[in-house]
């Protein structure tokens, strides 16, 4: 399809949408037209598919960012390890593109190969940080309107003699631009996972099983290579992300990079950010109207939750297409040996209260940061309070049921008879509890079958006082309803005509603040 069709077709789905709701009895305003948004004209331009690693690197090349993001303008630095003379760098902005999934940003960095120390554990914690030396600093100051549009970039690393890639990844932001949407980027959950030197927050995949409580983002992602081919090495989950648990069977396929590509290629107006951004920014959402939490959004800090329930009583949508999301509060540290903040993650877990020091100081006014579940004690501040629902069970691979049909939110949804969307139920899953929020409403309850018993994934929907609405799906997996990328090298086809509508519905909601009581 060719530019112009694109931005037609995703227009004539816009007004679509837009009409379907508007046919439910309910009043809202005309839907914005977005076929002018920055983000359909940045799709519009050429596309690069060489962003795609084709000889994943073990070790021969790797690096890592002086900051997870950077504000539109800003420089960032790189830190990279090779055992090549020369190495490569290509950055790219990801998206849809026409299909080719990003576009090339910046090429022709030709740089030395430099051999990088590599460092130990902390014999407590367990921390690896590594202090390398800068190899690159890239400024994103431009005079060009168009150029470093907020995004998620992957910067590609190539060995010149030996060929060997990985990547970088960093989000752009615009702090200053109002969007209609704020996609954040869950990376304290990619370094909770991430074995990088032998070490992450969890036994499995730690080195003799001797996992850290501390980690850092100082360090590259680990080599994520699929068994079946795709790789991700360098970019955390969101391209890919392998199971690390000897009981979870199952090898997923990443989340955030698949919403993504749908939200470009449909030309919302969109901008991004990272937790760290939630976490340090009490504003972080101040030029938009709903905020997006997708695949897997696990490790969440005080300042985060604060942050989150303060926008949405004063009116921010939030949409949770995620599971398994704010499970474990974490702390955020300074880097022991630079001072930038935010660069060492803290994670005690199961041990929190024998071994994290805010439970062994004996001063009260600090339990509330003890890293335990939230629903846990001393927080007792269960997850689905802000939600909707919270975490019930791994591994799952099964079909999401609509067991609201005549809601609202699935007028003009292409629903099979059965209410059945396959294979988006997974790969975690959440379901509702008891003494959730008020006037909860339950739009999906999804059966299925694990170690003999039947559990449960639910669909949420519910208004906060303050008129915004807070949606839930209950399940990693729907953004694989959206988009098929990784299929079907690592998974089934999975999309689905009634997942995107009810996606535009959902969204379409989320941007609209109403008086609890004219619904």
Partial sequence: MTACGCRTATFFRIAIAGFLLAAVGETVSPVRS?????????????????????????????????????????????????????????????????????RLVQGGISLPGVRQPMPTADPVTGLIECQWQVSFTLSTKTEEPG???????????????????????????????????????????????NNWGGKSTYPSNSRDEQWARKVSFNRPYAASQHPRGASGTGAGEFLTAMSIHPTRSLSTAGWEYNMVRWLERNGYDVTYSTDIDTHSRPGFWKQHKAWLSVGH?????????????????????????????????????????????????????????????????????????????????????????????????????????????????FNGVPLPSDHRLPGLLGYEIDRAFPDG??????????????????????????????????????????????????APALRTARTSEAAQQITRNVLELLTRKTPPSAQ
Wanted: charged share 20%.
């Fill in 34 to 102: 977005l076929a002018d948004s920055p983000i359909t004209r940045e799709n519009a331009r050429p596309g690069d598919a060489g962003w795609v690693l084709t000889d994943p690197a073990e070790r021969e090349v790797e690096g890592y960012a002086s900051a997870t993001s950077i504000q539109r303008g800003d420089t960032l630095h790189f830190y990279i390890h090779s055992t090549d003379p020369r190495i490569t760098v290509a950055i790219y902005r990801m998206g849809w593109y026409a299909g080719a999934g990003a």
């Fill in 147 to 193: 150029e470093w549009l907020s995004g998620i970039y992957l910067a590609k690393l190539t060995g010149t003699s030996s060929g060997k890639q990985s990547y970088i990844i960093f989000v752009v932001r615009e702090d200053d631009r109002p969007a209609d949407f704020l996609f954040q980027s869950s990376v304290t959950t990619f370094q909770a996972y």
């Fill in 297 to 409: 959004d696990e490790y969440w800090s005080d300042a985060m939750r604060r942050h989150i329930e303060a926008a949405r009583d004063q009116g921010l949508g939030l949409g949770f297409f995620s599971a398994n999301t704010c499970y474990w509060q974490i702390r955020l540290e300074p880097s022991p040996f630079t001072g930038e903040p935010n660069r060492t993650l803290v994670s005690y877990k199961e041990v929190a209260l024998a071994e994290d020091p805010y439970a062994l100081d004996g001063d009260p006014s600090n339990d509330h940061l003890i890293t335990v579940q939230w629903r846990d004690q001393p927080l007792n501040r269960p997850e689905h309070k802000l939600l909707g629902v919270m975490f019930e069970t791994v591994p799952v691979d099964g079909d999401l049921i609509i067991t609201q049909p005549s809601h609202s939110l």
């Fill in 437 to 486: 929020p008020a006037e909860l409403e339950i739009l999906g309850h999804s059966p299925h079958q694990r170690n003999g018993q039947v559990v449960y994934g639910d669909m949420t929907l519910y208004q906060a006082p303050s008129g915004a609405h807070v949606f839930a799906t209950g399940t990693m997996q729907w953004s694989w309803g959206l988009d098929d990328y990784n």
